[in-house]
């Protein structure tokens, strides 16, 4: 997605457009809510989500299990792409916007493991680097509650 220049307004979402982007997210999608991923923010350039520790969710002992990890950061990239899509089509109505992410999918997925996922909660951030016409290029972040940085992510999504 293209950076703002200082004199550029930054565009923010109608709470409409919002609150149907957390139903698909959290309510629509059903493996998030298995997961227990909950959206923090959206702007159009950043989206950040939080996941709190349970016991259905370690691996190893006191660790998060690591597909948790992928997939909670796959969920994020996927966000971030619809936060980018929907800024891009700002002109159309907050529903029209939110019926344009029906073909998204991953359709490749990097995860870098730097640290053991240990903690009551974590937070998550995800950034579009690139929106083309077919691809988005994601980057993703999963951080301890302390902001420590557990692991990272890139992803490439079809948006068409």
Known sequence: MKKQSAAEPVPEF?????AGLKKIFEEMIVFNQ???????????????GRIAMRHELVGSPNR???GVISASLDAMGGLAVM???GARHLDEAPAQRLHRFGKLGTIDLRIDYLRPGIG????????VLR????VATT?????GADGKLLSTGSGAYIVS
């Open 14 to 18: 109608e709470p409409e457009f919002v």
């Open 131 to 134: 929106l083309g016409s077919r």
């Open 83 to 85: 936060a980018a899509i």
């Open 64 to 66: 998060l299990h690591g």
């Open 34 to 48: 298995v997961l227990g991923l909950k959206i923090a923010s959206i702007t159009p350039e950043r989206v950040m």
């Open 120 to 127: 009551e909660h974590f937070e998550l951030h995800a950034e």
């Open 139 to 143: 980057r993703m972040e999963f951080r």
